[in-house]
C-alpha cells in the first residue's frame, strides 16, 4: 500500500506538471494574439489553485478564477466550455464541502449544456 500511495503522489505531480506546461503554452498563444485561449487559461489557473486549496482565502481566489473562465468563455461564444468551467468550478465546491455553490454552479453548468444543445449530457 506504501508504494501505491507513493506512485499516486507521483502520478499527481506528473498531471499537475502537464497543467502548468500547457497553462504556459496557452499563455504565450494569449500574448500572441490568441482570443480563443484566454478563457482555457483562467480555467487551468483555477484548477490548479483548487488543488492547493485549503484556507478560505485560496478558495476565494479559485472561485474568482472560475468565474472569470466562465464569463470570458461564454462572451466570448464557446458555450461548451462555459458549461465546463461551471462543471469543474462545481466539483471544486463539492471537494471544499460547500454544498450551495456547488449546486449553484452545477446548475448553471446544466443551464449551459443544454444551451449548446447537450441534450444528452443534461439528461
Not at 82 to 88: A, I, S
Request: hydrophobic share 40%; aromatic share 8%.
Amino acid at each position: 500500500a506504501k508504494q501505491k500511495v507513493s506512485s499516486s503522489k507521483r502520478e499527481h505531480r506528473k498531471w499537475i506538471k502537464a497543467a502548468k506546461e500547457l497553462l504556459a503554452r496557452l499563455q504565450k498563444w494569449t500574448k500572441i494574439g490568441n482570443p480563443n485561449t484566454i478563457h482555457c487559461c483562467k480555467l487551468i489557473e483555477a484548477e490548479l489553485e483548487s488543488i492547493a486549496s485549503g484556507a478560505a482565502e485560496k478558495n476565494t481566489k479559485a472561485k474568482e478564477l472560475y468565474d472569470a473562465a466562465i464569463l470570458i468563455a461564454g462572451r466570448s461564444g464557446f458555450l461548451c466550455d462555459k458549461g465546463l468551467c461551471c462543471e469543474r468550478a462545481a466539483l471544486h465546491f463539492h471537494r471544499m464541502d460547500d454544498r450551495n455553490e456547488a449546486s449553484y454552479y452545477m446548475k448553471l453548468a446544466v443551464t449551459y449544456y443544454g444551451d449548446w444543445g447537450a441534450a444528452g449530457l443534461v439528461s
